[in-house]
């Protein structure tokens, strides 16, 4: 997701993230922030700040989906996906909870939709995937 909506969603300012596709997936994934940052959304809804872009800057669960079925719909949610969409004949409301920012953003080549994301090895091991969760991060600061 562009920003400031990765910024949002990590805040725990945005909790629904409209799509024009569904999932089945249910549970906890990583925030990835790209390169680009939708200045025009930044300007409508006055955030002036330096993004961290290219990295997961976050993690979040995703325990819901609500199917839109008008614009009505949707512009009575505006206050939890913050979004200017329209209605489209597709829209899916993926419904956000427990957001956690990083306070040390990870460098990372995003893709489209959801993917996969490898720990990378260090001292022929591989580092866990817990350690992307901060209490474990810091223990690897500085040790490598």
Avoid at 26 to 41: A, C, Q, T, V
Wanted: hydrophobic share 35%; net charge positive.
């Amino acid at each position: 997701m562009s920003q400031p909506f990765a910024d949002l969603i990590v805040s725990g300012k945005k909790t629904i993230e409209l799509r024009s596709w569904n999932t089945n997936f249910r549970g906890e994934f990583l925030i990835h922030s790209p390169l680009k940052i939708r200045r025009d959304d930044c300007d409508r809804l006055k955030i002036n700040k330096k993004f961290v872009t290219g990295a997961i800057i976050g993690k979040v669960e995703l325990y819901d989906i609500k199917k839109y079925n008008s614009s009505k719909e949707i512009e009575s949610d505006k206050k939890f996906h913050l979004s200017s969409k329209r209605f489209q004949s597709r829209t899916y409301g993926f419904m956000l909870k427990n957001p956690k920012l990083f306070k040390i953003p990870i460098p990372w080549k995003g893709q489209l939709g959801f993917f996969d994301v490898k720990a990378p090895k260090t001292k022929n091991k591989y580092i866990i995937t817990d350690i992307i969760d901060e209490e474990y991060r810091y223990q690897w600061i500085g040790h490598h």
